[in-house]
């Protein structure tokens, strides 16, 4: 499956930005879908996740509450609505189909990353 992820850009604190994810291949409704980040010199984690279905939903404790992850398997999207941000969202953001739910940071689709900066 292949991935391109959207949406990114420069922001104050206590803004909005909302990603995209948009995929194409095989059958997008056969993955549970995460958005990872990594900031500079930090490993890459986990932000949020939503199962196949659309009906689990995990996410960081850093973005609960903050974070809403979204999918339409008629469009083949997946959305992450950032509100609240601050600057330590600073990050590059991946969109990826899993592997695995409960989901971990182990999978073979990934797209090719969005920048988000949170001025303070």
């Known amino acids: 499956v292949q991935l391109q992820a959207s949406g990114g850009g420069l922001v104050q604190a206590g803004g909005s930005l909302r990603l995209s994810c948009a995929a194409s291949g095989r059958t997008f409704s056969w993955y549970g879908m995460g958005w990872f980040r990594q900031a500079p010199g930090k490993e890459r984690e986990i932000v949020a996740a939503i199962h196949w279905s659309g009906l689990g939903t995990y996410y960081a404790d850093s973005v609960k509450g903050r974070f809403t992850i979204s999918r339409d398997n008629t469009k083949n999207t997946v959305s992450l609505l950032m509100n609240s941000l601050k600057p330590e969202d600073t990050a590059i953001y991946y969109c990826?189909?899993?592997?695995?739910?409960?989901?971990?940071?182990?999978?073979?689709?990934w797209g090719q990353g969005t920048q988000v900066t949170v001025s303070s």
């Open positions: 990826a189909a899993l592997n695995n739910w409960p989901p971990t940071p182990f999978n073979d689709y």
